[in-house]
């Protein structure tokens, strides 16, 4: 079957002048993606996750504005809320529900980020299945995730979601 396709697209060539003929490079999984962190439960808290493959490294950086409290009531302004570091994880699954267990732990998000090299999983991998980057309401209660964005290749220049 594959001769028969080969041959017709060199006789299509030779027949349509200026048709080359090429074969489809295979697709590949970019050395970067960013993930839109959507807030969830409520939360009002949005973000950026990026995960970026360097070698035998998945560095991913997560940006996040600190958690915002109320508004108050003379301007409409939100009250920003004092908090500690919050926990951070991928998870198998998708937002907003991925599974409860964390599969690969990451640095807390202190002051609006966190940046955690992991060597036990890669961008190819996390892309071809059901994973999400989740940030929790504090280092201590990790089953409450306030942002989550599914790990995807929905657009291959790297922004998802």
Do not use: W
Not at 25 to 33: F, G, I, L, M, R
Not at 66 to 78: C, F, I
Not at 93 to 112: A, E, Q
Request: charged share 10%; proline share 11%; aromatic share 2%.
């Amino acid at each position: 079957m594959m001769r028969i396709l080969l041959l017709a697209f060199a006789m299509l060539s030779f027949i349509v002048p200026g048709v080359p003929v090429v074969a489809a490079a295979p697709a590949q999984t970019p050395s970067q993606v960013t993930v839109t962190l959507a807030p969830v439960r409520g939360s009002h808290q949005r973000g950026m996750a990026t995960l970026t493959q360097r070698g035998n490294e998945l560095i991913v950086t997560i940006h996040m504005p600190p958690p915002q409290g109320a508004k108050m009531p003379e301007s409409g302004s939100p009250m920003m809320t004092k908090t500690g570091p919050l926990a951070a994880h991928i998870h198998r699954g998708r937002c907003p529900n991925p599974s409860k267990t964390p599969l690969y732990p990451l640095n807390p998000v202190t002051k609006g980020t966190s940046t955690t090299t992991l060597t036990s999983t890669t961008l190819s991998k996390l892309t071809s299945g059901d994973y999400t980057v989740s940030v929790h309401k504090s280092e201590h209660d990790t089953t409450n995730p306030i942002a989550c964005g599914d790990i995807t290749l929905a657009n291959p220049t790297g922004t998802t979601q």
